[in-house]
């Protein structure tokens, strides 16, 4: 049973290869995604709230929004404090829904059938994922446009799709596999991005990731695609040599500075390098490697093994080095 018909839940299971479909005992357990679609109660209370006062927006949002998925808010409710103030929503989220959401209407238009191709396309690439979780596409709040955290008790990825259009996105599918990617990828690599893990860490986890966002989305626009500040991607190419010199200084790094700088601050001032340079450098770092090394190989990786090819990888960068042999 749904606990909630206004969940829409899609429960996808997925059988993994034609001897997972014969014989489950002779291959690993299959990934099994549970999609929660929040947004036909997000446009339920909109044509209830569209024009109405501030307040009683503020009303609606609780009684026809929030209240009918009452766990998962009390679960974000900590680190969407700041956006979910009631006087901070009030001034600054509901005056400005009617600017975007007509952009969310079309990001959401045929949404199911995106995420189930999505999931297909990132399947048949990486049949060995084993992650089973939930996936929340929703209206945030302006907390976040992509999220991951535990919701109830299970590993949950969570998309915001009003902060994604106020960025500029109008697809969430994108992020949708660089996420899944992170997910799959934490089967085989150990990397938590808030355990003060070394810097290299965090440029493979997110290289990574973001590299096979790119490859498993290839007519996405830049802007869907990016996880950086328009111009940055740019930046980096043309500076790469420089810029791998100077992450090779930080390789070992577990300075929260230097990860401010190279992966969080999306409006650093840095004089080297651009807001979010590590996961343009990253992407560079596999896109090198993978002239030797295949996805699934490359994912698969430890960190005793990814280490020293990744480090090696920066150096061919700084010395212009063909590792294609």
Known sequence: MLKNRMDRKIATIVCLGFLAC?????????????????????WQFWTAAENQPVERQAELWQSLYVGKHQAVFND????????????????????????????MRDATAGLSEKLAATQ???LKQFPDMHWAG??????????????AQEIQGRGAILFGTDATVALGQKDITPGMTHELFHRYHFQFF?????????????????????????????????????????????????????LAADFLKKFNSTQEIDAKVWF??????????????????????????????????????????????????????????????
């Open 264 to 325: 969080n601050d999306i409006r650093s001032q840095d004089p080297v390098v651009p807001p979010r340079g590590g996961y343009e450098l990253g992407v560079l770092v596999a896109k090198e490697l993978a002239k030797r090394y295949s996805d699934q190989t490359m994912a698969h990786w430890p960190q005793s093994e990814a280490k020293p090819k990744i480090q090696a990888a920066l150096e061919a960068i700084v010395e212009g080095r063909d590792t294609s042999r």
């Open 22 to 42: 014969l014989s489950p005992a002779l291959a690993a357990p299959a990934a099994s995604f549970t999609i929660h679609d929040f947004m036909p109660d997000f």
């Open 134 to 147: 939930d996936i929340y596409v929703m209206a945030s709040g302006y907390c976040f446009n992509g999220r």
């Open 190 to 242: 150990d990397f938590k991005a808030s355990s003060n893990y070394p810097l290299w860490t965090t440029l493979w986890a997110e290289g990574m990731a973001q590299y096979i966002c790119e490859k498993l989305n290839p007519t996405a626009s830049e802007v869907d695609l990016s996880h950086v500040p328009a111009g940055s991607v740019e930046k980096v190419d043309a500076n790469r040599r420089e």
């Open 120 to 122: 297909a396309r990132f």
């Open 76 to 103: 974000l409710a900590g680190p969407c404090k700041d956006q979910w103030d009631p006087a901070w929503a009030r001034t600054r989220y509901f005056p400005n829904l009617p600017k975007i959401t007509p952009a």
